[in-house]
């Protein structure tokens, strides 16, 4: 499945679609930094292991993983 949206990121989605940079940052700062480098995005903090997601591709939503601390833990990308 990483592979499918992998492969859609790159062809259907427009702007910058992965964030790694942000491994490590505040989850709050990374979401506005997403959503400024690429405004066709909504940038949305979930806590690893407290929150769940819809897992249905999208080219407007980037989710960022953050611990309890409030510090991004994956790789940020469109999805």
Known sequence: MFF???ARMSTDCQGKSSWPELVGARGEAAATRIEEENPRVDAIVVVEG???????FRCDRVWVWVNSNGVVVRRPFIG
């Open 4 to 6: 499918n949206k992998q």
């Open 50 to 56: 407290r929150d769940s997601v819809i897992t249905d």
